[in-house]
């Protein structure tokens, strides 16, 4: 799963590498949990039929258009590639608003013990310094007053054999030469598309154990990036997200 992850890089870096029109200014964000706003790159059609990616914003939890009651509706920040085609809440995303989620790091938890407090958080990163690109989902969610909400979520894959050490899930990572065939969505790229979502090699990734800061949502600072001084167990129960803001 992916349920912390981080995007520290300058915003000129990360425009570069995405190439989405805007040219927005935010600052680095270490410790983004679900149910605050991200940054996400989608790709839009212009009137005169051409696409470009964009930089939006978005609440990170998705919410299919069908919800009434989004307090009613669990929480979805991750999605399991295997069953999503399987799922009316995602079948119609999956075909027309793909999205990627920029980030440069994101974190899991390596169980040590039989509770779920016992665990070692580590950050995971690309080997060669570039941004991640997290395959991702989007839905503008329609409220009964007509108020909307663009809501999305991180697509997740089986480990590789690397990261398999961590835990058995994976963000889908996508390689830079496939944004346009995941962004670009129409129901006859669907099968293509779907493809991209599978594990990187082992070499791609790398990661390390650091501190338990990472554990509260309201710590956002280098120091959560900090690496352990020794493995050792986060003895306090991880606490629900927070509330927060991308600025």
């Not at 958080?121 to 991702?136: C, E, I, N, T």
């Not at 809501?151 to 963000?171: C, F, K, M, Q, V």
């Not at 670009?184 to 090699?201: F, H, I, M, T, Y």
Request: net charge neutral; aromatic share 10%.
């Amino acid at each position: 799963m992916c349920g912390r992850y981080a995007l520290t890089l300058p915003p000129q870096a990360v425009r570069a590498f995405f190439a989405y029109v805007e040219q927005p200014n935010f600052p680095p964000r270490y410790n983004i949990a679900p149910t605050q706003p991200v940054a996400v790159v989608a790709a839009e059609t212009a009137p005169d039929g051409s696409r470009a990616r964009h930089f939006r914003l978005m609440r990170w939890g998705f919410l299919p258009g069908f919800v009434k009651d989004p307090m009613a509706y669990p929480l979805v920040f991750n999605i399991r590639s295997e069953t999503l085609m399987r799922k009316p809440s995602f079948r119609a995303a999956v075909k027309r608003r793909r999205c990627i989620f920029p980030a440069d790091a994101f974190y899991e938890w390596r169980r040590l013990g039989e509770r779920r407090g016992d665990s070692q958080p580590y950050l995971v990163k690309r080997r060669d310094g570039a941004p991640l690109a997290l395959a991702g989902l989007w839905e503008t969610w329609t409220g009964p007053q007509g108020e909307e909400v663009d809501t999305a979520a991180i697509i997740t894959t089986a480990a590789n054999g690397a990261t398999s050490a961590l835990h058995e899930r994976l963000p889908a990572i996508l390689a830079s030469g496939d944004f346009d065939l995941w962004l670009d969505a129409d129901e006859r790229s669907v099968d293509a598309a779907l493809l991209l979502l599978r594990p990187p090699e082992n070499d791609v990734l790398e990661f390390f154990p650091i501190g338990p800061a990472v554990n509260k949502a309201d710590n956002d600072s280098p120091e959560v990036q900090k690496p352990a001084a020794a493995v050792a167990p986060a003895k306090a129960e991880l606490p629900p997200p927070a509330q927060g803001s991308l600025f």
